[in-house]
Antibody, heavy 120, light 108 residues
Framework: EVQLVESGGGLVQPGGSLRLSCAAS????????MSWVRQAPGKGLEWVAN????????YYVDSVKGRFTISRDNAKNSLYLQMNSLRAEDTAVYFC?????????????WGQGTMVTVSS | SYVLTQPPSVSVAPGKTARFTCAGR??????VHWYQQKPGQAPVLVIY???DRPSGIPERFSGSNSGNTATLTISRVEAGDEADYYC???????????FGGGTKLTVL
């Protein structure tokens, strides 16, 4: 079964750090662009970052540039999001998603999400 | 930065047709993807490349895109279609994915 499973969320104080992980199964991670998408409580979807198949290209939404780092380990079939200098406005459910090349890189597979709460 | 505008809500009776608009500057020149998200669940891709349906998505779901507006249409709406619907495009100018604000479908 094709699946993405996120982990690493939790409660963190403002200014703190957190590392999210996403374990992929049922497909070869190295064949796909991957993204992180977040959703603040009661709000819409916001794309956070994406990374090319070999990690050579990475893009970020402006609000997280310089604070978040997306990375991947294809050998471990895993995607990561290192989040530093966290702010209250980063509180959200974070989803790991797969971009399907044959579908214009639309996000055809989503994880169940992991909750990140930034609060003192 | 590129902006996608969606109406906050749409209401329709069962068996009728629901239309969701997604407005953006010259959006007709971009590929639009649509997602359905039910409460407490991850989003699901329902339309990609403006008009194509992933396997498992009913034929009742269709899309179009022209000019400054893309549209998702659900025919013969069912109670199970109640959800939030989001449009998405890739903005090649900023190298960003952009989502619309989402439209909540209420089935009366």
């Amino acid at each position: 079964e094709v699946q993405l499973v996120e982990s690493g969320g939790g409660l963190v104080q403002p200014g703190g750090s957190l590392r999210l992980s996403c374990a992929a199964s049922g497909f070869t991670l190295s064949s796909y662009w991957m993204s992180w998408v977040r959703q603040a409580p009661g709000k819409g979807l916001e794309w956070v970052a994406n990374i090319k198949q070999d990690g050579s290209e990475k893009y970020y939404v402006d609000s997280v540039k310089g604070r978040f780092t997306i990375s991947r380990d294809n050998a471990k079939n895993s995607l990561y999001l290192q989040m530093n200098s966290l702010r209250a406005e980063d509180t959200a459910v974070y989803f790991c998603t797969r971009g399907a090349q044959l579908s214009g890189h639309a996000f055809d597979i989503w994880g169940q999400g992991t909750m990140v709460t930034v609060s003192s | 930065s590129y902006v996608l505008t969606q109406p906050p809500s749409v209401s329709v009776a069962p068996g009728k047709t629901a239309r969701f608009t997604c407005a953006g500057r010259n959006i007709g020149g971009k590929s639009v993807h649509w997602y359905q998200q039910k409460p407490g669940q991850a989003p699901v891709l329902v339309i990609y490349y403006d008009i194509d349906r992933p396997s498992g998505i009913p034929e009742r779901f269709s899309g179009s895109n022209s000019g400054n507006t893309a549209t998702l249409t659900i025919s013969r709406v069912e109670a199970g279609d109640e959800a939030d619907y989001y449009c998405q495009v890739w903005d090649s100018f900023s190298d960003h994915w952009v989502f619309g604000g989402g439209t909540k479908l209420t089935v009366l």
